[in-house]
């Protein structure tokens, strides 16, 4: 099969293309109309087998998590998905893998109509990278660098369930097959938070998304903004999985374990209540953990504000 | 050494952002603010060891290599670069290969004003994916559909030089040790004919960059303009290097070599001096070197308008 007939094939959108793309798949590069007087966050991932997916993984789940983690970077930023381009590197044409990837694919870009504009396909190892472009008025991305002191600092939904599913797989961890299944949902089948992002523009100040562990993540915010924070440990959305875990695997789990994609952000505590209604609008529930202070460096507390010295180390996809 | 530290030391542009990067490396998304009035072209290529290039390739000459490739795709457009996302899959960190990289990398970027605004790196086998963004005023983009019957077609530079050099290199073909080290030039060294296509707009109907070789390449012009063409043979512009070849071999090189990177594009025989002089401004040769005609197929004929019966394969990097 020729690049072209592959394209056409398996990576024709059945979603048909919005206005702003003035072309798409099939020339030297795409053409896009940017809305005017928007913000263009551009964003890209590189997934590699046997480091971010085990070989044998499920295509239709690859093909949902290679854009879904590209989604949370646009979550993460409050910007709306627009279009993205896919350069795919695989070691053989297998059709029913191809189709299965591209419906899993299509179905999270088309639930967020987020448009395929162009790509590249070639042999190789099999390695995905995604290219996303959303937009986001100005002065309104969640950036890193924003938190203040005093903000409050939330996260979405809950967390250490993907972690808990990849300790399963390695054999760190033994739970039931049914407490398999679910949290391996987790770990495979991340829920971009694209509605969460765009309802807290204009009230959260900073943002990022929980793909390396909460603390290495929370830290770039903390860096980034030149502060510091205390987390009450006790008050983390242990994932529902987890929970039934010892008290030192969910706190481990919940604070380092990646593959999250859930959203931690800072704002005002004068904007509490602004949070807990973003938070409806886009259905998505949010848990105060924590605050950013003057004082640098993280600090890990329990609910009797107790110190609590955990050693813990975040996930990096390269050096680790 | 960290991901983040290995971006720090090695991915840091010299030149400083320009206006239009609101936010660079370092937070979840990168923030532009698009050109108003103006239509964003994206692209994206992705370069396997032993596909795209040799396992032990030269670092530096494979940063430019890799941007090169690319920004010729925007320059098929008619774009002026603006900005660009890395993920680079590594199997080692290895500072003096980045080193080199970067510094290849970031001297073409430089010279076009295209900066490094994200991207990704991770542990895997040596893949460099790139995504490239410009911008093109509307209905002024060189589109691969917008061939007319009539149009003449244009080359930019020379052909078939980059395919010797790989035809050396596989022991396919023998020249002097002189003639392998300027024809690799063109392997390792592609000039992405920016100036070319932004000279080109207004006036072009038609472009693409020939990346696959000029038979494939302007085939698909044809197929997306709905048209046909003849091509005069003796009319192309053979390599320096190439030229002193046989007859055969130069016919062979130049209409099926891949990794050229020169301009085709089609204009109207009235614009013939105006492609002339938007040549000169942009210190680019070109080769008027055949017809879009409303017969589809491509025909190739010799300067005495005989028919050549060539048996030519493009390149396709995936089915080859």
New interface residues.
């Given amino acids: 099969?020729?690049?072209f007939e592959?394209i056409q094939r398996y990576f024709t959108q059945r979603q048909s293309p919005p206005s702003y793309v003035?072309?798409g798949i099939?020339?030297?590069?795409?053409?896009?109309?940017?809305s005017?007087g928007?913000?263009?966050?551009?964003?890209?991932?590189?997934l590699?087998?046997?480091?971010?997916f085990f070989p044998d993984a499920d295509a239709r789940m690859l093909g949902h998590k290679a854009l879904a983690v590209n989604l949370?970077?646009?979550a993460?930023?409050g910007?709306t998905p627009r279009?993205f381009?896919?350069?795919?590197?695989l070691p053989q044409?297998d059709e029913s893998w191809l189709r299965e990837f591209s419906q899993g694919l299509f179905a999270l870009a088309d639930r967020h109509h987020c448009h395929l504009?162009?790509?590249?396909?070639?042999?190789?190892?099999l390695?995905i990278?995604i290219?996303?472009?959303?937009d986001?008025p100005?002065h309104q991305?969640l950036?890193?660098?924003s938190a203040k002191v005093g903000d409050d600092i939330w996260v979405s939904g809950t967390l250490g369930d993907a972690r808990l599913a990849l300790a399963s797989y390695l054999r760190q961890q033994t739970i039931s097959d049914e407490a398999h299944r679910q949290s391996a949902a987790r770990l495979h089948q991340p829920i971009p938070r694209i509605e969460l992002g765009l309802a807290l523009r204009g009230i959260a100040h900073a943002?990022?998304?929980i793909s390396d562990g909460l603390i290495g993540d929370l830290g770039h915010i903390l860096q980034?903004s030149a502060v510091g924070a205390t987390l009450d440990c006790d008050a983390l959305p242990f994932g529902s999985i987890l929970a039934q875990q010892a008290i030192q695997t969910r706190y481990e789990y919940a604070l380092a374990g990646g593959d999250d994609y859930e959203l931690c952000f800072t704002a005002a505590p004068s904007d509490h209540a602004a949070v807990l209604a973003a938070a409806q609008r886009a259905q998505t529930p949010v848990t105060c953990i924590g605050k950013i202070e003057a004082q640098s460096g993280l600090r890990l507390v329990d609910k009797n504000k107790q110190a609590l010295h955990l050693s813990l180390n975040s996930f990096?996809?390269?050096?680790s």
Avoid at 131 to 134: A, I, K, P
Wanted: charged letters at 20%; glycine letters at 10%; hydrophobic letters at 45%.
């Fill in positions: 099969m020729s690049e592959l003035t072309l099939g020339d030297d590069c795409a053409l896009m109309a940017p005017a928007m913000q263009l966050a551009i964003s890209s991932d590189m590699v087998a046997g480091r971010h949370s970077d646009l993460a930023m910007a279009a381009t896919l350069a795919l590197a044409v504009i162009g790509g590249d396909t070639t042999k190789g190892p390695n990278c290219t996303v472009l959303g986001v100005p991305a950036r890193r660098d943002g990022i998304d980034r990096d996809h390269f050096s």
